[in-house]
């Protein structure tokens, strides 16, 4: 599976984007897709996960703001971001698991949020 993300970029506090993961060499409908994102000099940290279901989850400082959805026809998770804070600064990536416990990941997207 090969992961891209997408849709970052520079947005003023109480701002919006929407990212997307779309991947390539496998079809997402299987895999559990997560967001993470990482601030400097951090570790990545959890941001939203939906399942195969379409169930989602997400972590406390992001639930009501975010959401993460799947286009099961492109193929493609989106993460629509609403609301954003300075906080929300962060590289984010998307993952791929599977039941085997493969993991997958894209390449991250900057998003970067003004006051």
């Known amino acids: 599976v090969q992961l891209q993300a997408s849709g970052g970029g520079l947005v003023q506090a109480g701002g919006s984007l929407r990212l997307s993961c779309a991947a390539s060499?496998?079809?997402?409908?299987?895999?559990?897709i997560d967001w993470y994102r990482q601030f400097p000099g951090k570790q990545r940290e959890f941001v939203a996960s939906i399942f195969s279901n379409g169930r989602p989850a997400y972590a406390d400082a992001v639930k009501g703001r975010f959401a993460i959805s799947r286009d099961y026809a492109k193929n493609i998770v989106d993460l629509q971001m609403n609301n954003l804070k300075t906080a929300d600064t962060a590289v984010y990536y998307c993952n791929a698991g599977d039941s085997m416990g493969h993991n997958y990941w894209g390449q991250g997207t900057q998003v970067t949020v003004s006051s």
């Open positions: 060499g496998s079809n997402l409908d299987s895999y559990i």
